[in-house]
């Protein structure tokens, strides 16, 4: 399969590090636009309440603004502007019309350049997040993934998992100059990329962008993410249960972790595989327990935490009723057994190929899906002609080579599972609350 996607791009980078990118597409009047700069939460995981605060003041005010004198412009000017703090970099997010692009880009980069947050913005703020995370104790899913988290990962690993209420704590004692000096920290611009597609003129959008990021802090950020991705706990327990009286549907999630990483080569061949075991509507997982065991509402899986450069996990996550919670687990661990041990078919991996190459087309039909793919290549180090490439990469794929990395990475190895809900630590129900 050709492409000629990454053709039409526009590419170079700057001085101070940061990659441009700009393509020019059919869409009339719509402009979308990402950014990444400097480092992310990852950068200091033992105080997540400092990222957590800063994602809920950005975007911030400007000098002689206030936010909500900046909220306000983006809104009059009829942009969708989003700024928050990933795992690896800051990023920021602008869909407007082609008139009035410059302003905002303007305007969001003088904000990242010198944010103006007073402390009545970081108390609102700061009690926004406290209520979120007072819900987010009763939450099936939260509490499922933070104790499979903790059970695989150990404190300094980028996939460690603190519970609500340790992150409530550490955001009641975050100050203010604590979140200051923590953006001053972050800011850089060294592996950083701005990408812009839509209605736009490349040579004037790529001259306004060098314009822009002059406000930012040239350089690397004072705080580089140096995470310990080898922390994992050797000795998981098979299965963590957090018993939640009258949560009915039992959130049911399974993690294992591999070794590879984004830049792997083997990393298309196991998405591939996980894919063909976990795909919502045509894996293995939803056929077999929903499909014709009906003992779920549905089961996926998928590779996670590959995003940012680290080694990974093996993701599934089923919703069963507690009264059948014990078939359910038994028969989802088989299913992902049997998937360890004997690998996938050809006709599976034929039709993966098949699915695969028709969403990736659909996948690039979109300003949003090709910022994104855009931003992510740009991200990962990788060219931007990987966008033309992957399409082969996918259809060359045998089935010899995507079953040798499942036995590599999964085989043999048990899974480990939570989860949290109506039942006991037997995976029995709980007696309703009368």
């Not at 993966?352 to 190459?357: F, P």
Request: with cysteine; charged share 25%; glycine share 8%.
């Amino acid at each position: 399969m050709d492409t000629s996607f990454a053709q039409r791009v526009q590419y170079e980078r700057l001085e101070n590090g940061i990659d441009v990118a700009v393509l020019k597409t059919g869409v009339s009047d719509v402009v979308r636009c990402s950014v990444r700069f400097g480092s992310g939460s990852d950068a200091l995981p033992s105080k997540p309440g400092r990222s957590m605060l800063l994602s809920g003041l950005l975007p911030a005010g400007v000098r002689g603004a206030s936010r909500d004198d900046v909220l306000e412009l983006f809104e009059s000017l009829g942009a969708r502007v989003s700024v928050s703090v990933g795992a690896a970099a800051i990023e920021a997010h602008v869909t407007c019309r082609k008139a009035v692009f410059a302003e905002v880009l303007t305007t969001l980069f003088d904000m990242c350049g010198s944010p103006r947050v007073t402390e009545r913005d970081f108390r609102e703020v700061r009690m926004r997040i406290l209520n979120t995370l007072r819900i987010a104790r009763d939450d099936t899913s939260t509490r499922a993934r933070t104790a499979l988290m903790r059970a695989l990962y150990a404190k300094g690993n980028p996939h460690f998992a603190y519970t609500p209420e340790e992150l409530a704590k550490d955001v009641e004692r975050t100050t203010l100059a604590d979140v200051r000096e923590h953006y001053r920290n972050l800011v850089g611009t060294v592996g950083g990329n701005v990408v812009v597609v839509g209605d736009v003129q490349p040579r004037a959008t790529r001259s306004l962008i060098r314009d822009c990021v002059q406000s930012l802090h040239e350089g690397r950020s004072a705080l580089r993410s140096m995470v310990q991705s080898d922390r994992v706990v050797s000795n998981a327990a098979a299965r963590t249960v957090v018993s939640m009286r009258d949560k009915m549907n039992i959130d049911t999630m399974f993690a294992l972790p591999v070794s590879i990483t984004r830049d792997c080569d083997e990393r298309i061949a196991l998405e591939a595989g996980v894919a063909i075991l976990g795909s919502s509507g045509t894996g293995r997982l939803f056929r077999v327990l929903r499909s014709e065991r009906s003992l779920t509402y549905g089961a996926v899986a998928s590779l996670a935490g590959l995003t940012e450069g680290y080694p990974g996990f093996l993701l599934g996550r089923a919703l069963f009723p507690n009264d059948v919670y014990q078939t359910g687990e038994a028969a989802f661990l088989e299913v992902v057994t049997k998937w360890q041990d004997k690998g996938v078919t050809s006709s599976e991996l034929r039709r993966y190929k098949q699915e695969a190459l028709g969403r990736y087309t659909v996948s690039l039909t979109t300003t949003a899906s090709m910022c994104a793919a855009l931003s992510a290549v740009l991200s990962a180090g990788r060219p931007v002609e990987y966008l033309d490439q992957y399409p082969n990469l996918v259809q060359d794929l045998r089935l010899s080579e995507v079953n040798s990395v499942i036995e590599e990475q999964c085989s043999g190895r048990t899974v480990t599972l939570a989860a949290a809900g109506s039942i006991d630590t037997n995976g029995k129900p709980l007696a309703a609350t009368k």
